[in-house]
Each structure stands twice: as C-alpha cells, then as structure tokens.
Nanobody, 131 residues
Framework: QVQLVESGGGSVQAGGSLRLSCAASGYTYSSYCMGWFRQAPGKEREGVAAIYTGGGSTYYADSVKGRFTISQDNAINTLLLQTNSLKPEDTAMYYC????????????????????????WGQGTQVTVSS
C-alpha cells in the first residue's frame, strides 16, 4: 500500500515561492506516475503537474507552466514541487497522488491530470497566497 505524506505548504505574498514535498513509502511496483493536484474552496480538484518515476518525464498544466517545477529525489523517495512567482489564484490545498502506470500512457488515454485516474493520495498541504 503506497502512503503519501505532503509538507511544505504555508502563507506567502504574491510573487513568493514555496517548495512542497511528498514523502512516499510502500511502493509495490517499480515505477509510478506521480502528480500534484490542488483544490480551492468551492472548486473541483485540478491537476498541476506529473512525473514518471521510471524515467523522469514531466508534464504541466498550462496555468503553472514556467512557474512550477516537479521533480523527484529518489534517494529519499520524495516528490517535490517548486512553486515560484505565486499568484493569489494558486491558493488551494495541494495533494500528491500516485498510480502504477506510465504518465505517457495516461496522457495518451486523456487521464494524465485527471484526479480519478490516481488511486493513492496524501492528506494535502495548504498553500495561501496573499496579494
């Protein structure tokens, strides 16, 4: 059973940065597509970025491209999300998630940044950006 624990959220002013972490354990398969999602109050959960742990390929939503960077630290089984140039509209609960599929296959199927595609979830970390 994969377990995911996020950390690193907080409150920043617009233009600031935060580094989110997701500690993973309990891997059963050798590779996963892992993603960061976010959900603002009253809105649906949306995909932000994804990475394939088997090869490092990365994918981004248009809304964060050029500002956010997803990466992985294999030595400590941790997924990272560097968020720069934060905007008030980035305010949300941020979740990491995993599924035992390749990201390229999920993108081909149209489910790469779709929450229902993923079956392992963390508890979330709050990011608040003030103007």
């Amino acid at each position: 059973q994969v377990q995911l624990v996020e950390s690193g959220g907080g409150s920043v002013q617009a233009g600031g940065s935060l580094r989110l972490s997701c500690a993973a354990s309990g891997y059963t398969y050798s590779s996963y597509c892992m993603g960061w999602f976010r959900q603002a109050p009253g809105k649906e959960r949306e995909g932000v970025a994804a990475i394939y742990t088997g090869g490092g390929s990365t994918y981004y939503a248009d809304s964060v491209k050029g500002r956010f960077t997803i990466s992985q630290d294999n030595a400590i089984n941790t997924l990272l999300l560097q968020t720069n140039s934060l905007k008030p509209e980035d305010t949300a609960m941020y979740y990491c998630a995993a599924v035992s599929e390749s990201c390229a296959y999920l993108r081909w199927k149209g489910g790469l940044l779709v929450p229902s595609t993923y079956n392992y979830w963390g508890q979330g970390t709050q990011v608040t950006v003030s103007s």
